[in-house]
Structure formats: C-alpha cells, structure tokens
T-cell receptor
Framework: DAGVIQSPRHEVTEMGQEVTLRCKPISGHNSLFWYRQTMMRGLELLIYFNNNVPIDDSGMPEDRFSAKMPNASFSTLKIQPSEPRDSAVYFC????????????FGSGTRLTVV | SQQGEEDPQALSIQEGENATMNCSYKTSINNLQWYRQNSGRGLVHLILIRSNEREKHSGRLRVTLDTSKKSSSLLITASRAADTASYFCATGGGSEKLVFGKGTKLTVNP
C-alpha cells in the first residue's frame, strides 16, 4: 500500500491566487481528515469526512476554505483567495471506519503564500 | 477542549538513556494515541491505548494511562539517535476526530 498520497509536496503562490491541495486516502479507509500545522497553533483539524460525507467543518477558518470528497479515493482542499496567513503545512490523514484505530498521515503539502 | 498537552516541551538525552514524555487532557476520552513526527515529515502512529486500559507496550515503547488523573506517559527505553523527533499525544472522545497537543521535541544525542 502506498499510504496516504498528497500533492503537491510544495506550493508557492501569490496572495489572491486559488490553491488546491489533493489527497488520496488508503483504499478501504472510511474516514478522511484535513489538518493544518503551524509553529504558533500546532495541529488544527480543519474538516473530516466519513464515507465521503463532511461531518465536521467547524475548524475551517473562513469561507475562503472549502473541501470536497467526490468519491472514496479522492479529496481536495481549496483556498480561494489565498492569503499570507494561510502559509502552513497541510496534512491529510485517513483511518478505517471505527474509532479505535490510529490515523495514517500523508507527507503533507507545504504551502507558502507570498 | 479535549486537547492533550505534552510535557516537557523539549527533552534532550544521551543515546541509551530512557525518555519519558507526559500528556494531560481535560475531558473524558475513548482512547489516547501517541504519534511521532520527524522533521519535515508527516505524523506516524505509534500506539493507541483505550480508556479501559492502564498500560500498553510496543517494542521499546511503553504507554500508561491514568484516567483518574487524566494523564498519560510515553516511555522510550534505550533511546537511539533515530528516535529524535517530535512526539504528540492525541485524544479521541468518541466523536471520531482526534485533537492533538503541541508536542514534545525529543533530541537523542549520539
């Protein structure tokens, strides 16, 4: 198994541009999570899906952020328009359906907004 | 908030020594998990301990959980330079989402 696959690994964009981050979870995992990591705030949960349905998006900072999971093997996190304060490492993680399993994280996307 | 808080924030030891990291949390939990993050990489799941368990082992790792004190500890025995990483605890309260602490940065000096 290739694990959770995120793309791109690095993204540098100008303020105001649209950014799309992509994630392919492990096959058979029913839950998918998007986290953001910064030095100041640590790991923050942005949104998570169960069986492709968004369950909790209370961590999404504002309307500029949106996430979709059109099928069990693909999810996107979009920021439009991007701002310098969005610079962070964004992680996607997946897990089998029940609560008593650990998460498998992707390698992350390092986003820099200039 | 269920957020765990790790202590200490940073720990520096010599190879071969044991490393102990602690985690405290505030509300009831279903399970507590420990993760490792090497610099520039994603988090790696180390061990999960359920709320009805008190101790769990995995190789050189030993995790304890005291639900009455709302605390957990991670012990790494006979540490190696390759154990240098940040270690995070995360609590799961049944709502399926994990809330992570800020982590302990462990440095193992050769």
């Amino acid at each position: 198994d290739a694990g959770v696959i995120q793309s791109p690994r690095h993204e540098v964009t100008e303020m105001g541009q649209e950014v799309t981050l992509r994630c392919k979870p492990i096959s058979g995992h029913n839950s998918l999570f998007w986290y953001r990591q910064t030095m100041m705030r640590g790991l923050e949960l942005l949104i998570y899906f169960n069986n492709n349905v968004p369950i909790d998006d209370s961590g999404m900072p504002e309307d500029r952020f949106s996430a979709k999971m059109p099928n069990a093997s693909f999810s996107t996190l979009k920021i439009q328009p991007s701002e310098p304060r969005d610079s962070a490492v964004y992680f996607c993680a997946s897990r089998p359906g029940t609560d008593n399993y650990g998460y498998t994280f992707g390698s992350g996307t390092r986003l820099t907004v200039v | 908030s269920q957020q765990g808080e790790e202590d200490p924030q940073a720990l520096s030891i010599q190879e071969g020594e044991n490393a102990t990291m602690n985690c405290s949390y505030k509300t009831s939990i279903n399970n507590l998990q420990w993760y490792r993050q090497n610099s520039g990489r994603g988090l790696v799941h180390l061990i999960l301990i359920r709320s009805n368990e008190r101790e769990k082992h995995s190789g050189r790792l030993r995790v304890t959980l005291d639900t009455s004190k709302k605390s957990s500890s991670l012990l790494i025995t006979a540490s190696r330079a390759a154990d240098t990483a940040s270690y995070f605890c995360a609590t799961g309260g049944g709502s399926e989402k994990l809330v992570f602490g800020k982590g302990t940065k462990l440095t193992v000096n050769p």
